[in-house]
């Protein structure tokens, strides 16, 4: 089935740590996104990119970097520059065909310690 | 830049009864809008979507959604909920051609059985 994955689900990270979430996609879409939901906040935009090697900032880029090498992974990660990185990431794709809207992943769970 | 606001924060509600859920944006031109769901622990699912043409919109699990351009509104609504309605619903805009989709503080429905 073609889908959007995220890994892991959950991760732990120590202060002043930078980490590494995952993202693939086998949906053939050229552009990907990076959210971050919080409680009440909804979801709030990182980086996105709609073509390999290009991407662009979010409404709330600072502390986080992405890298676009394929057409089936973008990458995140998440600094020791992001004040508050506790939070829900979500990850998700469109195509070309917008009309069918946009695919988002299963999340992961990123907890500071 | 476009945004969205969805006006309450939380709805409680008794099975059988009717939800109607609001939602504004903020954009003068062409919008793309998007109703979207996350149950609990589960990944974020499309409810609805307006491209173009009529603007009643219907959806899965019995909900419709009515665009009203002079009011730049999108407001979802369901005539009679049930128990599996509880949820998280996001709306979701994304102006003309720009890839970005910004999304709504969200509006969590607990229905009472």
């Known amino acids: 089935d073609g889908g959007i994955t995220q890994s892991p689900k959950y991760l732990f990270r120590k202060e002043g740590q930078n980490v590494t979430l995952s993202c693939e996609q086998n949906?053939?879409?050229?552009?990907m996104y990076w959210y971050r939901q919080d409680p009440g906040q909804g979801l709030r935009l990182i980086y996105y990119s709609q073509i390999v090697n290009d991407f662009q900032k979010g409404d709330i880029a600072e502390g986080y970097s992405v890298s676009r090498e394929k057409k089936e992974s973008f990458p995140l990660t998440v600094t020791s520059a992001q004040k508050n990185p506790t939070a829900f990431y979500l990850c998700a794709s469109l195509g070309t065909a917008r009309i069918y809207g946009y695919t988002f992943g299963s999340g992961t769970r990123l907890t500071v310690v | 830049a476009q945004s969205v606001s969805q006006h309450n924060h939380h709805v409680i509600l008794s099975e059988a009864a009717s939800l109607e859920l609001g939602c504004n944006y903020s954009y003068g031109g062409t919008v793309n809008l998007f109703w979207y769901v996350q149950y609990p622990g589960q990944h974020l699912q499309l409810l609805l979507k307006y491209f173009s043409g009529d603007p009643l919109v219907k959806g899965i699990k019995g909900f419709e959604a009515e665009f009203i351009k002079s009011k730049f509104s999108f407001n979802l609504r369901k005539p009679s909920v049930q128990w599996s309605d509880t949820a998280e619903y996001f709306c979701a805009v994304n102006a003309g051609n720009d890839y970005k989709l910004s999304f709504g503080a969200g509006t969590t429905v607990t229905v009472r059985a």
């Open positions: 949906l053939n879409h050229d552009a």
